[in-house]
């Protein structure tokens, strides 16, 4: 049992890696820095914070806290001057950091106890944390995505009105 959840933990980081990056995949750079309102994030931001705090958390993971001195949390929420290519640099050096640490696990680890913001959890605890987050931006930045993109929208799943077809089989992914 624990190898399978260090597993499908793995694999549903991976598939939020992959919505996100098939949302973003769609966007031209204007919108991809485009706010709804003043106080709202862009999709741009969003990766800011996503990839600083993957950092944050995954650097050292078992043995320092979470929240580490050098990450300037509030400096994600703004706009920075950094071209998509290298906040794409930032997002997969990110990811790299938590697959690498993932990767390291033993079930045995699966108990210990670590912190993040001097909060003790188990390092299971830990993990559904962090997908939890994670999955909850995911959905930030589809839904940017979608709003942007209108009708020219590719579904990242099964579009509207096609749940019958895809019963059947006769659904075809375009």
Not at 11 to 21: D, G, P, S, V, Y
Not at 90 to 112: G, N, R
């Amino acid at each position: 049992m624990s190898q399978h959840l260090l597993d499908t933990v793995r694999f549903e980081f991976h598939r939020n890696k992959q919505l996100a990056e098939k949302a973003m995949a769609q966007l031209n750079d204007e919108e991809f820095g485009r706010k709804t309102s003043p106080e709202s994030n862009s999709v741009q931001i969003i990766i800011q914070h996503l990839a600083g705090n993957m950092l944050s958390r995954w650097t050292d993971f078992l043995t320092s806290d979470g929240e580490k001195a050098w990450r300037n949390r509030d400096a994600e929420f703004e706009t920075q001057q950094l071209s998509r290519n290298e906040l794409m640099q930032q997002w997969e050096k990110a990811w790299s950091v938590l697959f690498d640490t993932l990767d390291s696990l033993t079930t045995d680890q699966l108990e210990q106890n670590i912190h993040i913001r001097k909060e003790a959890m188990t390092v299971t605890q830990a993990m559904l944390r962090q997908i939890s987050h994670y999955s909850y931006h995911v959905g930030q930045i589809v839904q940017l995505a979608k709003e942007w993109k209108g009708e020219e929208w590719k579904s990242l799943s099964i579009p509207k009105n096609k749940s019958s077809e895809y019963k059947t089989g006769s659904y075809k992914k375009g």
